[in-house]
């Protein structure tokens, strides 16, 4: 029943979008210039704004899960362990303008989609046993991946659109943000989720434990022992923790090489742009 649901909430969505994109192509004033994605430059820096909410704002949901289920923090606890993330993020930010100065923006925001998916992928090697010293390391490191992202992401926006249509400009690259957030935590809470069921299906089957795939994702769901299974709290813990950090892995991953794609997009109008002042510049050489 749920899931006959949720396809008819995304079906109908899709279509609401479809109608909204037709509604823009033909009213003289549209909230959205559609035109603005002709530029492959403009179009390449949505695309950034949508995978810093898919793989960097998604992500800090992730690491609530993984510190309180795979290490045993508390919810609170689990809160002030990922302060690293926002100090780094603050620091990195205030400095934005004089690097950009030094470095260029372009440089900035390329450099700072690259550490996010690279320290997502870093981050995927977690276990319940990894010290917090190292977590706070690359949760530092992620902050200041985010710290050159986000201000980068939106100064680039606004150079690549004319002055009059900067408001729509930046409410399309904050809708995108958003958006990217809400798939992100439900994509990839359900592959941290499957996984993680997975990897205690396993291991209840090695431990012979009778309908262990029900009880799995009994298990994960309810982060705790589900009635039926009769194992002793020195087994069954260790289990779903491993369980929990299997699913941050593999949530991780995915999250990391969508933020390195980011990179590869914006090379990909640097490199037209490029061709076309050496074309430019050949014709007007004499």
């Given at each position: 029943?749920?899931?006959?649901?949720?396809?008819?909430?995304?079906?109908v969505?899709?279509?609401?979008?479809?109608?909204?994109?037709?509604?823009?192509?033909?009213?003289?004033?549209?909230?959205?210039?559609?035109?603005l994605?002709?530029?492959?430059?403009?179009?390449?820096?949505?695309?950034?704004?949508?995978?810093?909410?898919f793989?960097?704002?998604?992500?800090?949901?992730?690491?609530?899960?993984?510190?309180?289920?795979?290490?045993?923090?508390?919810?609170?606890?689990?809160g002030?362990?990922?302060?690293?993330?926002?100090?780094?993020?603050?620091?990195?930010?205030?400095?934005?303008?004089?690097?950009?100065?030094?470095?260029?923006?372009?440089?900035?925001?390329?450099?700072?989609?690259?550490?996010?998916?690279?320290?997502?992928?870093?981050?995927?090697?977690?276990?319940?046993?990894?010290?917090?010293?190292?977590?706070?390391?690359?949760?530092?490191v992620?902050?200041?991946?985010?710290?050159?992202?986000?201000?980068?992401?939106?100064?680039?926006?606004?150079?690549?659109?004319?002055?009059?249509?900067?408001?729509?400009?930046?409410?399309?690259?904050?809708?995108?943000?958003?958006?990217?957030?809400?798939?992100?935590?439900?994509?990839?809470?359900?592959?941290?989720?499957?996984?993680?069921?997975?990897?205690?299906?396993?291991?209840?089957?090695e431990?012979?434990?009778?309908?262990?795939?029900?009880?799995?994702?009994?298990?994960?769901?309810?982060?705790?022992?589900?009635?039926?299974?009769?194992?002793?709290?020195?087994?069954?813990?260790p289990?779903?923790?491993?369980?929990?950090?299997?699913g941050?892995?593999?949530?991780?991953?995915?999250?990391?090489?969508?933020?390195?794609?980011?990179?590869?997009?914006?090379?990909?109008?640097?490199?037209?742009?490029?061709?076309?002042?050496?074309?430019?510049?050949?014709?007007?050489?004499?």
């Open positions: 029943m749920d899931g006959a649901v949720n396809a008819v909430g995304l079906i969505a899709v279509v609401a979008l479809l109608l909204f994109v037709v509604v823009e192509s033909r009213v003289a004033r549209p909230l959205l210039p559609l035109n994605f002709r530029d492959l430059t403009y179009a390449s820096v949505n695309f950034a704004s949508f995978v810093l909410g793989s960097g704002y998604s992500s800090l949901f992730l690491f609530s899960i993984f510190l309180q289920q795979a290490q045993g923090w508390s919810a609170t606890q689990a002030w362990r990922m302060v690293p993330v926002f100090l780094a993020m603050a620091a990195t930010a205030s400095r934005f303008g004089p690097l950009a100065q030094r470095y260029g923006m372009r440089r900035l925001m390329m450099g700072g989609y690259g550490v996010l998916g690279a320290s997502m992928l870093a981050l995927a090697s977690f276990t319940p046993q990894t010290s917090y010293v190292v977590i706070a390391g690359f949760f530092t992620l902050g200041i991946g985010l710290g050159l992202a986000v201000p980068a992401t939106g100064a680039a926006a606004m150079v690549a659109v004319p002055r009059a249509v900067s408001g729509s400009a930046s409410a399309t690259l904050n809708a995108l943000r958003q958006s990217g957030m809400t798939i992100g935590i439900a994509l990839l809470g359900t592959v941290m989720g499957s996984r993680a069921i997975s990897a205690m299906s396993g291991a209840l089957s431990a012979r434990v009778a309908d262990a795939a029900t009880l799995a994702g009994l298990a994960v769901q309810r982060h705790e022992m589900p009635a039926g299974l009769t194992l002793g709290p020195d087994l069954f813990k289990m779903l923790a491993g369980a929990f950090a299997q941050f892995s593999s949530a991780a991953i995915c999250a990391g090489l969508f933020g390195l794609l980011v990179p590869l997009a914006l090379l990909v109008p640097l490199a037209l742009l490029l061709k076309t002042r050496r074309s430019n510049t050949a014709r007007s050489t004499p």
